[in-house]
């Protein structure tokens, strides 16, 4: 079993930073792409930001220039650094990672249960 397990997420000032936290644990042999996603009241989710196992990123237009994504490989963990941030980036997100458990080839995609960001002043 595999668990995507979030933190970081709060309330901030327009203007603020937040870091997200994404860490995988259970029956994860390797992890191919960690990425965030948000789904803000009444819109569909979106990409914030994705990485690959390597230096390849990519980001979302509406955050470009605000965040940045990276990764600690060893400890199967993805993070999202924040800056700021505008009331529009209030939103539940999401960590996703595709992973191939032990035991299986092909690689899966998982989701955290979500953190919550609200930006407002």
């Known amino acids: 079993q595999v668990q995507l397990v979030e933190s970081g997420g709060g309330s901030v000032h327009p203007g603020g930073s937040l870091r997200l936290s994404c860490a995988a644990s259970g029956n994860v042999f390797s992890i191919s792409t960690m990425g965030w996603y948000r789904q803000a009241p009444g819109k569909e989710r979106e990409l914030v930001a994705i990485t690959g196992s390597g230096t390849s990123t990519n980001y979302g237009d509406s955050v470009k220039s605000r965040v940045t994504i990276s990764r600690d490989i060893a400890r199967k963990t993805a993070f999202l650094q924040m800056n700021f941030l505008k009331p529009e980036d209030t939103a539940v997100y999401y960590c996703?990672?595709?992973?191939?458990?032990?035991?299986?080839?092909?690689?899966?995609?998982?989701w955290g249960q979500g953190t919550h960001v609200t930006v407002s002043s």
């Open positions: 996703h990672a595709n992973i191939i458990e032990r035991g299986r080839g092909l690689p899966r995609g998982f």
